[in-house]
C-alpha cells in the first residue's frame, strides 16, 4: 500500500523530482464523533449519523479487530434521499426513515415516497429491513440499490488512518461475498431476489409501491471471522430511573443499553468490553471497573468478570509482556496490536492498577450480596494478587511501574498516554513512577482484602496488615505537598522519588480508599470543587491552572466520566454529598451534546463559558465505565451501605437535592431487590417490595 502511494506521487509530478513532503506528515487517527455507533460486542456498526456507511474514515462493520464492510449504501434511481428520521440513541438496534422527493406524485409538495430502514446488530452478524411506501394516487416504480464494499481491513491500521485495498466481491445465490485470510463475509437478500452485480458492488430491486401496499427488502451479513469471546446475552437488568430532571432520566436508560452492548462472554462468563470501537474486548483495568460501579445491580457480573481475568492470571516472568506471577492483564487481542510506536502483544500485562483493582472488586461484590462460596472460589487468584502488591513494593516502598520493551505504555495506570504524568511546571515525569491512586487501590485491597481472607477462612498473606499500615503512614509524608493554598497529594513520585506536584483528577480516586486521614480527605474534597478542576461539566483530568493545560488533551485538561463518577463516590464516601452532587450535574448537562450517551472523554472547557462541552473526535462511544458511571453516581448519591451478612440497608437521613428527585430501582442486595429515592430535599428513602427479608436502619 505504502509503495501504491509512491507510485502514485511520481505519476503526478512526471518527469519532476518526486516529493515525499506529503507521505512524511504522520497519518490521523479517524474521527468518531459524528457517527452513529450500533453495537453488539462483539461487533459494531458505525456510519454517518444519517444511517448510510460511506467508505472512508472509520465507518464500517466490525468483527473482532476486522472491517468486514466499509460501504453499505443505500439509493434509489431518479431521487436523493433525504433523512427525516433518525434514531441512533439504542445500542444495538438503529433506524432510519428517508424521503425520495424527485419521485412518486409530483402534483403535490409534500413528499409521497418513503423508505424506513431499520438494522440490528446481534451475534449472528447484521441484519437490515427496508420498507418503501407510497402515499401517491397511483403506484410508483421505485429502483432500490444497496452498494456494498469491503477492505477487511485490521483495526489497528483504520486507527492510524490507513485504509486498506478493496478487496474483490464474488456472488453468491441472492448476494454477494467477500474473502481474505481472515475470513469470509457475506450480505444476501432473505425473501427477495436482487439483480446482483459483483463487480461494482451492488444490488437492486425493482419494486412497485402503491398506496397501502409497501414492498419489504431485508437483507442479512454474517462473517466467519472469528472472536476471541462470544457476543453476551442480554442482562436482564431490572434498574431503570424516574427523575424530575427528564435528562437524568435518558442518561441512565441510555446507559443501561449501551452496556448490554458492550457485553461479551469467555466461555459462561460474562464481562463488560472496554468501548467501541477501539477496545472492544477484555481490558483489567476497564472492565474492573465496569463491573464495580454496577455491583449494586449484578455483583454476578463483577464474580465473572473475575473469573475471566483469573484464567489469564500472571503465572511466569516474561519482560516481553510484562506478565509476572500473580499480575492482571491489561487488555487481550487476537493478534499484536501494532500502532506504529508502540507494539502490544496479544496478552499484554502492562498495567499498573488492575491487580489491585482484581482485590478491591471481589470486596465489592461481597459487599453486595454475591454468593459467598462463589467469592470464596476467588480468593486464591485474590491472595497472588496481594502478594504481588506486596512483592512489587519491596525495593522502593511502593508500586511503581516502567515500560521494560520500549514498544509498550510508557505510562501504566489509567492515564496512560505519553504525556499523562507531569509536574505542575509542565515538565513530564520520568519513570519508574508510582502513582498516587495506586498505592490507594493497594491500601484499600490490602485492607479489604485481608479481612475477606479472614472472614472466609482463607490462609491470610503474611505481613499484610503491617504492610497496609506502614504504606498509609509513608504516604502521608512523601506524597504530601505544601503549597500557599493549603497543599494537595502530588499524583505521583518520580523516579528520583520526586513528588509530581500537579493537582489533577487522580485526586478523587484517593478518598473512599481509607488511605487518606481526616485533614487530608478535606483538602482533596475542597480540590475537587474548586472551579479549576470542576468545569461545570465534569472533573477535569489536570488544573486549568497547569501550564500544559488542553482542553482537548487526552489527559491534561480533558473530561472523563468514569473519572468524575469515581470523584463522586469518593467525595460521597466522607459525607461531601452537595460537591458531589454538583459533579455529577455536570455529566447530566455534558450528556445532552452527545445524545444522551457519554464518550470515553471529551473537552474541559468551562460550564460558565459555553453550553455545551467540545467532543474529542477520536472518543470511543459507547464506553462502558461511561455508561456505568452515571449509576455509580446515583447509588453514591443515595449513601446506601450495604451489610450483606445481616441483610441490613443504612443510609442517611439525607444527603442532597442538588439533582433534583430521582428514584434507582432494581438495586440488589444478597439477590433481593429494593429501591432507593432522594427527594428535592435530599432526604433518602428505602423501598422494598413485600416480603422482603432485607432490614433498613437509617443514621441518626
Request: hydrophobic letters at 40%.
Amino acid at each position: 500500500m505504502f509503495s501504491d502511494k509512491i507510485r502514485s506521487v511520481t505519476e503526478v509530478t512526471h518527469d519532476a523530482e518526486p516529493t515525499t513532503t506529503p507521505l512524511a506528515a504522520p497519518a490521523l487517527q479517524p474521527l468518531l464523533h459524528d457517527l452513529a455507533s450500533c453495537v453488539a460486542a462483539p461487533g459494531v456498526l458505525l456510519t454517518s449519523l444519517d444511517g448510510q456507511l460511506r467508505a472512508g474514515g472509520v465507518s464500517g462493520w466490525y468483527v473482532a479487530d476486522t472491517r468486514l464492510l466499509d460501504r453499505w449504501e443505500l439509493s434509489v434511481a431518479g431521487s436523493d434521499l433525504d433523512v427525516v428520521r433518525a434514531d441512533h440513541r439504542g445500542a444495538a438496534r438503529h433506524s432510519f426513515s428517508y424521503v425520495a422527493r424527485s419521485i412518486g406524485d409530483l402534483s403535490t409538495a409534500d413528499p409521497t415516497v418513503r423508505i424506513d430502514r431499520t438494522r440490528r446488530l446481534d451475534a449472528d452478524g447484521l441484519r437490515e429491513e427496508l420498507t418503501v411506501e407510497s402515499a401517491g394516487a397511483e403506484p410508483v416504480d421505485v429502483v432500490l440499490r444497496i452498494d456494498l464494499a469491503s477492505d477487511l481491513a485490521a483495526m489497528p491500521e483504520i486507527k492510524q488512518g490507513r485504509a486498506g485495498p478493496r478487496v474483490q466481491a464474488s456472488p453468491v445465490p441472492g448476494g454477494l461475498e467477500w474473502a481474505s485470510d481472515e475470513g469470509v463475509v457475506r450480505v444476501v437478500a432473505d425473501g427477495t431476489t436482487p439483480e446482483v452485480s459483483h463487480e461494482d458492488g451492488r444490488l437492486t430491486w425493482h419494486l412497485s409501491v402503491g398506496r397501502g401496499s409497501p414492498a419489504t427488502v431485508a437483507l442479512a451479513a454474517t462473517t466467519s471471522v472469528s472472536s476471541l469471546f462470544g457476543g453476551g446475552r442480554p442482562a436482564g437488568w431490572a434498574a431503570d430511573v424516574d427523575a424530575g430532571d427528564v435528562r437524568l432520566t435518558r442518561l441512565v436508560r441510555q446507559g443501561l443499553a449501551d452496556l448490554d452492548g458492550l457485553l461479551l462472554r469467555d466461555g459462561d462468563d460474562r464481562f463488560l468490553a472496554a468501548g467501541s470501537p477501539w477496545f472492544l474486548t477484555l481490558f483489567g483495568r476497564d472492565s474492573l471497573w465496569a463491573a464495580r460501579m454496577l455491583a449494586p445491580l449484578d455483583p454476578d457480573l463483577a464474580l465473572s468478570t473475575l473469573r475471566t481475568l483469573a484464567r489469564r492470571q500472571g503465572s511466569t516472568d516474561d519482560p516481553a509482556t510484562e506478565e509476572q506471577p500473580g499480575k492482571i492483564l491489561h487488555e487481550v487481542r487476537k493478534q499484536v496490536l501494532d500502532l506504529g510506536q508502540q507494539r502490544l502483544p496479544p496478552l499484554y500485562y502492562g498495567t499498573v492498577d488492575a491487580t489491585p483493582l482484581f482485590v478491591c472488586a471481589l470486596a465489592d461484590a461481597h459487599a453486595w450480596g454475591a454468593d459467598r462460596e462463589q467469592v470464596r472460589a476467588l480468593l486464591p487468584a485474590a491472595r497472588r494478587c496481594l502478594e504481588w502488591v506486596v512483592a512489587q513494593s519491596v525495593s522502593s516502598g511502593w508500586l511503581t511501574y516502567i515500560d521494560h520493551t520500549g514498544e509498550g505504555l510508557a505510562n501504566q495506570g489509567w492515564k496512560d498516554s505519553h504525556d499523562g504524568i507531569q509536574f505542575a511546571d509542565g515538565r513530564l515525569a520520568e519513570p519508574p513512577i508510582s502513582l498516587s491512586e495506586v498505592q490507594a487501590y493497594a491500601y484499600d485491597a490490602a485492607v479489604r482484602g485481608g479481612a475477606l481472607l479472614a472472614e472466609l477462612d482463607a490462609d491470610p498473606v503474611p505481613g499484610l496488615a503491617g504492610w497496609a499500615a506502614d504504606l498509609r503512614a509513608r504516604f502521608a509524608r512523601d506524597f504530601w505537598v505544601d503549597d500557599a493554598e493549603g497543599g494537595h497529594v502530588a499524583i505521583a513520585l518520580d523516579r528520583r522519588g520526586e513528588r509530581v506536584d500537579s493537582v489533577a483528577s487522580n485526586l478523587g480516586h484517593l478518598l473512599d480508599t481509607g488511605l487518606l486521614d481526616a485533614g487530608a480527605a478535606e483538602r482533596v474534597a475542597a480540590l475537587l470543587g474548586d472551579e479549576r478542576l470542576d468545569s461545570g461539566f465534569g472533573l477535569r483530568t489536570l488544573s486549568a491552572a497547569s501550564p500544559r493545560f488542553s482542553r482537548l488533551s487526552y489527559h491534561g485538561g480533558s473530561v472523563w466520566p468514569h473519572d468524575t463518577a469515581i470523584a463522586v463516590r469518593g467525595l460521597a464516601s466522607v459525607g461531601r454529598y452537595d460537591e458531589a452532587a454538583g459533579l455529577a450535574a455536570g455529566l447530566v448537562r455534558a450528556a445532552e451534546a452527545f445524545d444522551d450517551r457519554l464518550p470515553e472523554l471529551y473537552g474541559g472547557d468551562s460550564g460558565s463559558d459555553a453550553d455545551s462541552p467540545s467532543a474529542y473526535p477520536a472518543a470511543c462511544r459507547p464506553q462502558a465505565w461511561s455508561a456505568a458511571g452515571p449509576i455509580a453516581c446515583l447509588v453514591a448519591l443515595g449513601g446506601i451501605r450495604p451489610d450483606p451478612g445481616a441483610l441490613v440497608l443504612r443510609h442517611p437521613v439525607r444527603t442532597t437535592g442538588r439533582l433534583g428527585a430521582w428514584t434507582l430501582r432494581g438495586l440488589r442486595l444478597g439477590g433481593h431487590a429494593f429501591d432507593v429515592a432522594v427527594g428535592v430535599d435530599g432526604r433518602v428513602s428505602v423501598t422494598l417490595p413485600p416480603g422482603s427479608p432485607l432490614r433498613v436502619e437509617v443514621d441518626d
